[in-house]
């Protein structure tokens, strides 16, 4: 408590001055979707504990582990043992989920604060990193949701840090993937927690048949990383990595952007090449492509106000140098939306999705007070921001059935009984996790389904055939959306498997896809409402059917 009182002490004297402005409502003419909470229904009941070192961290990852395409679940449980879920939802209908023993030591699932899924040795059977307070697990995956050790195999020695987020991408003409570890304050270095943020590793695997990682790189200097990123930034095609870090516990540091170039250790963009300081308590990724022109831009969560970052026009596309639109697009969520308490928000998990199915982007921000600092709001429900056609976000939280009086912390927006709307998941700090089923729309007689929707799968081949870095282009009427398939970001929280895109009242869309390795496929002419498979180098796409109600 002593420290949570020096950080509260700390912001409330920076952002006390502050006064924001109202942003002026204007009319929201999309759906509102209705997301109801069934967690103890659908057979989940897990909280994230622990005392300081599990303030941060709390993560969830979503992904199939037993080929039956829907998501199954893994959430973090801090000072208690991880939860496993295998997703046993009907088509449509009320979500389900069995509890899943692994046969693990209760001691390796112990510590968890984050998790991702990737396919690290490229065998169809999704892989898991479990990012711990101590040594991080990787656990192989197998056929039906089985899972075993593997830090032997993949020679990952998993390290004694305090690691708080990850990132993976294939690298040009690489067999494995790249993965970057972000670690958090060093807590054996004198002085600590203050100026002792750990160094992060850069893990890539040897030439040979079999992940190796046995030569990490050190990403120094560190400054408490709580998301990172590999994202290609300036359309270049090739991704480096972006981190967000926690300036409560660094000296000197700043966000970070490496370079990342094939074969040689990566180095920090400097200011004389356009990357400009920026210093917050960054806690979470996300990124999007408003306008689908291939430069992306970005959430940022922190304490106070979320930034979103977009390239700036006048300083040229081969310079990371942003400008920050939050303002102007009416996401800075500063504060609770709800509920009279008008203290500074706490932002962690963040998540760009189509909640809706109107074809705009939406974004998800997973809040909560850190433990109880005074100066933060005790009461900071999380943020549903809905994207409207007059080009800004609209807060409909409360509308839609979110603001709950929880801690949140990781989150995963995926649509858990395949009907095509997007559902919730929010992991929760001392209190159990939030599960929200997307009904649709509220009408006089009950709720209607949302807009119309489809849901890509990519098969890359034998090498990443998730297809890792791919970005997919869907294209309705004169509109076109894009998704990158990515691995991170978020805030200790990550997911693989159908990329939904919500495409209003289209009934057909056009996908082209652009694998990693740069080169584009043809259109794919599909209906809407449908489960997509696009399988590398084949003239048609398919469909998947999920198990009828």
Known sequence: MKRVRSLSCTVGLLLSAFVYPAIAETTFTSDVPILNEEAASAGIDHSYTGGWEFFVGGGVASFDCNGDRLPDL????????????????????????????????????????????????????????????????????????????A???????????????????WERNSRFPTIAIGNYVDRSAPGTPFGTCEPNQLLRSRPGEAPDYSEPLTLEPGYCALSMLFTDWNRSGQPDLRITNDRQYYREGQEQLWQMSEG???????????????????????????????????????????????????????????????????????????????????????????????????????????QSMPDFASFDPDNLLLGGFDDSFHEKGLEAGIALDTRGRGAVVEDFNMDGMLDLLVVNREHPASLFRNLGAKTDWGHRPLGNWVKIELDNGKINPNAVGALISVRTGTRTQT?????????????????????GVSERATIRVQWPDGEWSHPYRVFANQHVRIIRGEANARYWYPAAQ
């Open 151 to 169: 830090n032997r195999s993949f020679e990952i020695d998993g390290g004694r840090a305090w690691s708080t987020s990850m990132s993976a991408i």
């Open 483 to 503: 998704r990158r398939i990515q691995v991170g970001g978020g805030h200790a929280s990550g997911r693989a498997g159908f990329v939904h895109v919500g495409v």
């Open 74 to 149: 893994v959430i973090a449980g801090g000072a208690s043992p991880a939860g496993f879920y295998v997703n046993e939802s009907a088509t449509g209908g009320a979500l389900a989920f069995k509890p899943l023993d692994t046969g693990l030591d209760a001691e390796d699932l112990t510590g968890v604060l984050g998790a991702y899924p990737v396919d690290i040795d490229n065998d169809r059977h999704m892989d898991l990193v479990l990012l711990k307070l101590g040594r991080n697990l990787v656990l192989k995956g197998g056929p039906d949701c089985t899972f075993e050790k």
């Open 264 to 370: 040689r250790p990566p180095r920090l963009y400097s200011a004389s090449q356009g990357w400009q300081r920026l210093t917050i308590w960054g806690m979470g990724i996300a990124e999007t492509d408003f306008d689908a022109d291939g430069l992306p831009e970005y959430a940022l969560t922190s304490m106070g106000d979320t930034k979103l970052q977009k390239l700036d026009e006048e300083a040229g596309e081969d310079r990371p140098t942003y400008r920050d639109i939050a303002f102007e697009k009416g996401v800075t969520a500063q504060r609770p939306y709800t509920g009279g308490d008008h203290k500074p928000s706490t932002g962690w998990h963040s998540q760009f999705a189509d909640i809706n199915n109107d074809t705009l982007t939406d974004l998800f921000i997973a809040k909560g007070n850190v």
